[in-house]
């Protein structure tokens, strides 16, 4: 098959009077520009990626205890000083680390979401799975009086419960967002109640302590959950990056996307099954941290300006707020007092909404 | 006939509870109360008014799901959208951590204002830019007020355990100790809302098709908004302030009524203002009952009742794309 | 290449739309389906690109059942255009286009010269080259058709089915995306199976001509041959004159209705008004 064919000029093209360009010159420009679309997205990447590293130093050095750069990477060697090395490694460490999963993870799940179900309101936060965390974590704390890591256990499991009974209850003869996500809101209505339910029933203290994970927080973060989420990450994101090109086909509706080679079905239900395994993971530790998932996509978007799903760039801007927002949790208020992440998070997600919405140029279809 | 599930229900609600009182006394409690009659008491001092704010609720809750719903033709849209509910709480949690006020009846106006201030808030933001108030920037707009008045909620909750002693009662959607002069306040506003609700009918249809659609029909676009939103503050706000925020009932309703009548706001509406409390009266009777003499609260039980049945019917329905 | 159906019945949700239908799409020619509003035809072309399964029969291509090829594998030999495509926001023209490459490349995505050469054909056949940078939704609809056409030029189908694809644009546009495909079957060999509503064009550009009523193929053949004026009532309920195309020579529909009942006082041989 022939792939170059001698230059030509088509018929009544566009705007171009004479023979238009050389099908050579063409190509040539179409590489530019992608060039270019890539050009653009190496320098957004690589801007966060410096945003990441400011954050992080700012969180690492910042505190009671105060380190300079020097002392901070003068502690990073086994033969610095033990203080310093304490400080950093067993307390703001891990809770750096944790805070840059718990966005990444948030983030992963909220683009898969977002890109699958196609409305704006269906983020992981509001179908179920924080519901069903909730549950889970509330019940081990107020019912069985649990703690530490089978909290984080109970949560998962309430979490990916409500999902799955969600997955199942949304298929039938096929799948269908429009069911998916009313299922996952009924679902997530009833988890509520539960916990309203035990939040009214218990002690008042022992409630407020559960109202405190619901708040969601690193700040108790150790380094064994650094790592079981750290594993979740490595193995979901290769995974959410095979996916994410058949999702931006998805995009073209599933029509187009099935002609192209794409299995709409099959992908929307592995993309789902990511991220809500995804959000699980990320609510069972820290809790219900709200709006990154939401957030972060369009975010990202705005930054690549082209259309594409930019899943590399989407996850680290959930990193950057992440780790940003818990930056001001744990400084914002003097002393040793941390306020819970979820609370900074809900509280800046507000402001940023405000902003995109009055730089958003108008809608071409009324929506 | 389902006015009369609704009749029958109402009776229920003002016979049955921690002591049942028979039929005939509940008739006498109503029409000739002989002050000193234990069952003339409960009916009277308690279960009217109580059913009575079920009813207005269910109404307000059920008429104002559908009203955003059809305003931002989004069917995953609930009352507590416009940020109305939170609005509502984080005035009722500054009354009871500033001004030491406990009771339900005390929150009503703090509810109310919340409310009102929340969707004004929402909707004003959402005008900005280009478009106007379109449906997806009121939902995320909404969302975002919802997400910064919980944080700032928890921040007081968690430093304060006597505010949220109180609060968690409120919160989690209740008709117990609502008075009759409470429910005789709040009535006027829902009659209000109801009425520029089932005026915005029409409009709502015209929406469904697209504003570009509704113009050309000659529908005046931001002023019908505006209006919707103002029934909505009016009815969810009513609603909030007697019961606490149950969105539930918004959210489902709506479509338990366009599965009988289809997407007729004209019929929608009325509907829902039916169901609405159907539901809820329900939910109360049945949180009496289940554990007797205890209760459980009518909006821990409405998500148990109303759930099963919003997922049976999203399953049957054909499906639709969002 | 050949794409047969075999006794084809296609439904929605228990309503037989398509029923015991039999076609064999000649190879290399240029095949366009008429009809009623809900006679079939975009669900045969939905049925023939694999997107919807059949309630009963099957489709071959070249003797393979159609739902056992793979899906990536069939993308690579038919495409099709489909009546209302989504253009994901913020998507620019070369983008869309080269989205087309997808069932040629591999996991990794590699774009290879090749890749790019096919997407620059594609661009400048449609005339869409001076749009490569542009944004999808800021174009007319005339430009955002011919778009999307160059996508499924760029896939490089050996079939391509298209559904309407002259909805929404001018005549002159009309004209120029049915001469694009013209060309296409006749230098590439590119079988073409499309839907059309204008039953004058369709007579124009068509070798085969399908003609479909509820649910079944009433007519096919040669345009001159299926085109006249009992074939039009039958599947149209539509009264009308058919003559001879002045620039073609093949059959012009000619409609007649209330308003406009018989025709004028004509010297019909010499096709002037009299």
């Given at each position: 098959m022939s792939l170059t064919t001698p230059p030509r000029s088509s018929g009544p093209s566009g705007s171009s009077g004479s023979s238009g360009p050389t099908e050579a010159e063409i190509a040539g420009r179409v590489a530019r520009a992608a060039r270019a679309g890539v050009r653009r997205r190496v320098l957004v990447t690589l801007a966060l990626v410096a945003a990441v590293l400011v954050v992080a130093v700012l969180s690492l050095t910042t505190g009671e205890v105060a380190l300079t750069v020097p002392e901070l990477v003068g502690a990073l060697s086994p033969d610095g000083d033990v203080f310093a090395r304490y400080v950093l490694l067993d307390l703001r460490l891990p809770r750096l680390a944790m805070a840059a999963e718990v966005g990444a993870l948030l983030a992963l799940a909220g683009a898969l979401f977002q890109s699958v179900l196609r409305n704006p309101l269906a983020s992981p936060d509001i179908i179920g799975i924080s519901q069903g965390a909730t549950v889970g974590a509330v019940t081990a704390l107020l019912v069985l009086g649990w703690g530490g890591l089978a909290v984080a256990g109970c949560a998962a499991l309430g979490g990916l419960v409500v999902a799955a009974a969600n997955l199942l209850l949304g298929w039938r003869n096929g799948f269908s967002s429009y069911r998916f996500v009313l299922t996952g809101i009924g679902l997530a209505f009833v988890a509520t109640s539960v916990v309203g339910y035990l939040l009214t029933r218990s002690d008042v203290r022992e409630a407020q302590s559960a109202l405190v994970w619901m708040a969601g927080s690193?700040?108790?973060?150790d380094p064994a959950g650094v790592r079981h989420l750290g594993l979740v990450l490595v193995v979901l994101l290769p995974v959410g990056a095979l996916l994410a090109r058949g999702l931006g086909l998805l995009e073209m509706g599933d029509d187009t996307a099935a002609t192209l080679g794409v299995r709409p079905t099959l992908l929307r239900v592995a993309a789902l099954v990511t991220g809500v395994v995804a959000a699980a993971a990320a609510v069972s530790v820290a809790?219900?941290?709200?709006f990154v998932a939401l957030t972060a996509p369009p975010i990202a978007r705005r930054l690549l300006g082209d259309g594409r799903v930019g899943l590399v760039p989407t996850v680290l801007v959930g990193v950057v707020v992440a780790t940003a927002a818990d930056f001001v949790a744990g400084h914002v208020v003097p002393g040793q007092v941390s306020v819970p992440l979820g609370v900074v998070t809900g509280l800046l997600g507000g402001p940023y909404l405000v902003w995109l919405l009055a730089t958003t140029s108008p809608d071409r279809r009324s929506r | 006939m389902l006015v009369v599930l609704l009749a029958l229900l109402c009776l229920a609600s003002l016979a049955w509870g921690a002591r049942d009182v028979p039929l005939h006394a509940v008739i006498d409690a109503l029409v000739d109360p002989v002050p000193g009659n234990q069952d003339h008491i409960a009916v009277r001092d308690q279960r009217l008014a109580r059913t009575l704010a079920g009813l207005l609720a269910g109404l307000a809750l059920g008429v104002a799901g559908g009203l955003l719903q059809g305003l931002t033709r989004n069917p995953i849209a609930d009352p507590g959208l416009l940020g109305i509910n939170s609005g509502s709480s984080l005035a009722v949690v500054g009354a009871i951590a500033v001004l030491g006020i406990t009771s339900p009846a005390g929150f009503v106006w703090f509810a109310f204002a919340g409310a009102a201030v929340a969707a004004t808030v929402v909707y004003a933001v959402a005008s900005?830019?280009?478009?106007?108030?379109t449906p997806v920037k009121l939902a995320l707009v909404g969302a975002a007020f919802t997400a910064g008045a919980t944080s700032l909620i928890t921040v007081v909750l968690i430093t304060d355990y006597t505010v949220l002693a109180d609060y968690r009662f409120w919160q989690v959607g209740s008709l117990v100790n609502r008075p009759m002069d409470t429910v005789a306040v709040v009535a006027p506003f829902v009659a209000v809302g109801l009425v520029l609700a089932l005026a915005s009918a029409r409009f709502l249809n015209a929406m469904a098709l697209g504003d570009d659609l509704a113009r050309g029909l000659g529908q005046r676009v931001g002023l019908g908004r505006a209006l919707v939103c103002a029934a909505v503050v009016l009815l969810c706000g009513s609603a909030t302030s007697l019961a606490g925020p149950i969105a539930f009932v918004g959210l489902a309703v709506p479509h338990l009524a366009r599965a009988v009548v289809g997407p007729d706001q004209r019929w929608i509406l009325p509907w829902s203002a039916l169901l609405g409390p159907t539901l809820l009266i329900a939910a109360d009777v049945l949180g009496r009952l289940l554990v007797r003499p205890a209760e459980l609260e009518v909006g821990i039980v409405v998500a148990f009742l109303g759930a099963p049945v919003l997922i049976a019917l999203v399953r049957t329905q054909k499906a639709v794309a969002m | 290449m050949t794409l047969v159906a075999h006794d084809l019945g296609l439904a929605y949700d228990r309503r037989q739309v398509v029923e015991g239908l039999d076609l064999t799409v000649p190879e290399g020619r240029v095949t366009v389906v008429i009809g009623a509003n809900g006679c079939g035809k975009s669900t045969l072309l939905r049925g023939l690109a694999r997107l919807l399964r059949p309630s009963h029969g099957s489709v071959t291509l070249d003797g393979e059942e159609l739902w056992s090829i793979s899906p990536r594998r069939l993308a690579r030999m038919v495409g099709l255009l489909p009546q209302q495509p989504v253009a994901p926001e913020g998507i620019t023209v070369a983008d869309l286009v080269g989205r087309g490459r997808y069932p040629h490349q591999g996991v990794f995505q590699r774009w290879g010269d090749d890749d790019r050469a096919v997407v620059a054909h594609a661009l400048a056949v449609t005339g869409t080259a001076d749009l490569a940078e542009r944004r999808v939704e800021e174009l007319s609809g005339g430009q955002r058709q011919r778009v999307w056409i160059a996508m499924a030029l760029a896939q490089e189908p050996r079939i391509l089915l298209l559904d309407e694809p002259t909805t929404y644009l001018d005549i002159a546009h009309q004209v120029e995306v049915l001469d694009l495909l013209a060309d296409l079957n006749r230098e590439r060999g590119t079988t073409i199976v499309m839907v059309l509503h204008d039953l004058n064009l369709a007579a124009r550009y068509a070798d085969h001509l399908v003609v479909m009523r509820e649910g079944r193929i009433v007519h096919e053949g040669a345009p001159e041959k299926v085109l006249d004026a009992g074939s039009v009532r039958e599947a149209f309920g539509l009264e009308a004159m058919v003559v001879p195309d002045p620039v073609t020579g093949g059959p012009l529909v000619v409609p007649l209705s209330k308003a406009h009942p018989t025709a004028q006082a004509v010297d019909a041989s010499a096709g002037k008004e009299g």
């Open positions: 690193v700040s108790g973060a809790g219900p941290v709200s | 900005l830019g280009g478009g106007g108030a | -």
